[in-house]
């Protein structure tokens, strides 16, 4: 593990004790064991494929079926190459900024950006849309390049408030701007699935820092993610 890959990306001034109130979240950081990154990926889709087996065995599968023996094998694969990829800095989408040559110095907003993540108490997914604004602070990135850091923090066993937090973190870092501001509406097929049961209900989280404080930019945001079909 990068320790403080994350962390260090928060200015010192962000409450974290404060954003997490309420929320079950342990701390902005994904934790990690300092081991995490040791073992390389071929044996971790061994053991976990292994290990997969036996909880599939112990609830009575019969491995032998031809449409269960291969599951194991599939699910490792999709664990450490697809749904967790983003657990692993190698992963990391590398951001290059361009002279924002326009001299565009207003809000940029890209929204709805689909996103599938797994919720780190049930492993079962949080699938929903996240919505980024920035001020440029002089350099801009590409939109893909928001799409991909969304993406990687969204492939990791998550809690979504802390998903918020990363994304907004590693925005501020990558385009040098404290004028980042991140909403996420997302299901939690926890809840929707099982438990309660609640088929309805959506969660949203966001995370505002500089300019996105005042009322103003804010609204201006919140506003244009609210309107169907509206472009800035
Ligand atoms: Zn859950």
Not at 3 to 19: A, L, V
Request: proline share 4%; aromatic share 8%; charged share 25%.
């Amino acid at each position: 593990m990068k320790p403080k890959e994350t962390m260090s990306n928060i200015p010192p001034d962000t409450d974290i004790d404060d954003w997490m109130d309420d929320h079950l979240a342990s701390s902005a950081e994904t934790p990690m064991r300092a081991d995490a990154f040791e073992m390389d990926d071929d044996t971790k889709k061994k053991l976990i494929a292994e290990h997969f087996k036996a909880i599939m065995e112990i609830m009575g599968l019969d491995l032998t079926d031809d449409s269960l023996s291969g599951t194991p094998r599939r699910v490792a694969k999709m664990y450490v190459e697809e749904v967790f990829s983003g657990l692993n800095p190698k992963n990391k989408p590398k951001a290059r900024l361009f002279e924002n040559k326009f001299g565009y110095d207003q809000m940029l907003v890209e929204k709805d950006i689909t996103f599938y993540s797994h919720c780190e108490h049930h492993f079962v997914p949080i699938y929903g849309k996240a919505h980024v604004a920035y001020i440029s602070s002089g350099e801009v990135i590409g939109l893909s390049k928001i799409n991909r850091i969304v993406q990687y923090f969204a492939k990791r066993p998550q809690v979504q408030e802390r998903l918020t937090v990363q994304i907004a973190a590693e925005l501020k870092s990558v385009l040098k701007s404290e004028h980042v501001g991140v909403v996420i509406d997302a299901n939690h097929m926890c809840v929707s699935s099982r438990g309660v049961g609640d088929t309805n209900s959506k969660t949203g989280t966001a995370h505002f820092s500089g300019k996105f404080l005042e009322e103003k930019y804010k609204n201006e945001f919140l506003n244009y993610i609210n309107s169907p079909g509206s472009n800035l």
